[in-house]
């Protein structure tokens, strides 16, 4: 399986600021993924992450609250601009790996999120 | 309307019973159909994956495909208290298998 690191592993921000996580992978990946998990729901698809080209953002998010940075096939990273508490949350990376002919996602360790 | 449908349980089970877990999905062109097993304060880890319709077994663990009624679900034998978590389905977007839609998650408590 991929293993992948997430910085920070939680956080507490003041209403208004920003707050960047970054991401990294142990082995090169076109793509990665972006992940937010709100309290007692599931997993909701931010946007993925290509290197070389702006990232691909879904349904009801927008590149001025979530920017996405992807410097390297290594790495990337989501900031959380102009934060509200409605942004408390646990914010998660995947990247893909091939596991015989299916590809399948691995999941970072998450980034807990709490906004006053 | 929700691409993948769980019920959120909680599914109480006895120890050493079998659980099982059901998902639907709305397209019928998915190819891909994943299971995430996660614990409390945990990230998602991967159970197994089935693509072809039928039954798949890894150890404990079975899952089954029916395509035609866009189901699947997860079976979990000589549950163990340790496989208390929530269980998430997870299926593969038809227009890009690398984008996964996941369902809300069924939570399994297995009683010692």
């Known amino acids: 399986s991929a293993v992948i690191s997430q910085k920070p592993s939680r956080d507490i921000c003041q209403r208004g600021t920003s707050l960047t996580i970054q991401c990294q992978v142990d082995s090169q990946v076109t793509m990665m993924f972006w992940y937010r998990q709100q309290p007692g729901q599931s997993l909701t698809l931010i946007a993925t992450a290509n290197q070389g080209s702006e990232a691909t953002y879904e349904s009801g998010f927008v590149i001025d609250k979530f920017p996405i940075s992807r410097p390297n096939l290594t790495f990337s990273t989501l900031t959380v601009s102009n934060m509200s508490p409605e942004d408390s949350s646990i914010y998660l990376c995947?990247?893909?790996?091939?596991?015989?002919?299916?590809?399948?996602?691995?999941f970072g360790p998450g980034t807990r999120l709490l906004v006053l | 309307q929700k691409e993948v449908e769980q019920n959120s349980g909680p599914l109480s089970v006895p120890e050493g019973a079998i659980a099982s877990l059901n998902c639907t999905y709305s397209?019928?062109?998915?190819?891909?159909f994943f299971w995430y097993r996660q614990y409390s304060g945990k990230s998602p880890e991967l159970i197994m994956f089935i693509y072809s319709n039928g039954d798949k077994e890894d150890g404990r663990f079975t899952a089954q495909l029916n395509k035609a009624s866009q189901y699947v679900s997860l079976l979990i034998r000589d549950s163990q208290p340790s496989d208390s978590a929530t269980y998430l389905c997870a299926v593969t977007s038809i227009y890009n298998f690398n984008k996964f839609y996941f369902g809300s998650g069924t939570k399994l408590n297995v009683k010692p």
């Open positions: 995947s990247a893909p790996r091939t596991s015989g002919a299916q590809e399948t996602q691995y």
């Open positions: 397209d019928r062109g998915s190819q891909s």
